[in-house]
């Protein structure tokens, strides 16, 4: 059972520019992906979170800065399919709309990128020889889930929660939902941390986990542009 947030209820004083910016450059760049044809793997070779290249001496060390730099962050707009994409965007929308109008512009996106970064970083230490490449948003957004927890944790989120072969709208409270969906990343990552191979593929848990957490730290030091959200049930 996973609940499927659809959105909040508060008031933003402000459009949510750069979360459609956000939204828009996955999309655009999900498309050229699929323009590419067999070259995709090349792609995803190149710009895709490999560990070994960041842990193994003799990789690592033929590589340039921005050589490994530069995956850390084009990583955060590839996805391997439409299911991880949508799923990816649909999170985006529903909790980065209000973060931004509390932190303003600039900083929901230091906590977008830091959150992936941090993920990024998770990932790699604890999945080190690894040869296998990560792609997608999930570290970015599970560090905007991790600030929206910490900002909003009384929000009300209207969730779409499949039971069975019937699917039922309900309000959940943000710590309620979000802390569920952690909990399920961390117990998942531990859980699969001692079975998974080098060669192995599946989700990049920890990745979730270190944005997730890396987002919470971030949204208790920066100081909000908005302190004090009005939350009521709004329009999209």
């Known amino acids: 059972m996973v609940p499927i947030p ?3 209820h508060i008031r933003r004083q402000t459009f949510w520019l750069f979360t459609l910016a956000l939204i828009t450059a996955n999309f655009v760049a999900f498309l050229f992906e699929l323009s590419l044809g067999r070259d995709l793997n090349r792609l995803v070779y190149f710009f895709g979170i ?3 290249r960041y842990t193994t001496p003799y990789i690592a060390t033929g590589l340039s800065l921005g050589g490994l730099a530069v995956p ?3 990583s955060m707009f590839l996805h391997g399919g439409w299911l991880h994409l949508l799923g990816n965007m649909l999170f985006l929308f529903v909790f980065g709309r209000s973060l931004e109008d509390r932190f303003g512009h600039l ?3 230091l906590i977008y990128f830091l959150g992936g970064l941090g993920g990024a ?3 790699i230490f604890l999945n080190a020889g690894s040869r296998v490449p990560t792609i997608g948003a999930s570290g ?3 560090g905007v889930l991790g600030a929206y927890v910490v900002s909003f944790p009384g929000a009300r989120i209207t969730t779409l929660l499949p039971i069975f072969f019937f699917f039922w709208t309900i309000e959940l409270p943000a710590l309620l939902l979000l802390g569920y969906w952690f909990l399920i990343q961390f117990f998942s990552g531990f859980q699969l941390q001692a079975i998974q191979s080098a060669t192995a593929g599946g989700i ?9 957490i890396v987002g919470m730290l971030l949204a208790m030091l920066l100081r909000p542009r908005r302190r004090r959200p009005v939350i009521e049930v709004v329009p999209w």
């Open 50 to 52: 490999i560990p070994a």
């Open 72 to 74: 850390i962050f084009a």
């Open 140 to 142: 970015a957004i599970a």
């Open 121 to 123: 970083l998770l990932h």
């Open 204 to 212: 990049a848990w920890w990745a979730h986990v270190g944005g997730f």
């Open 107 to 109: 900083k929901f996106l």
């Open 6 to 8: 659809l959105h909040d």
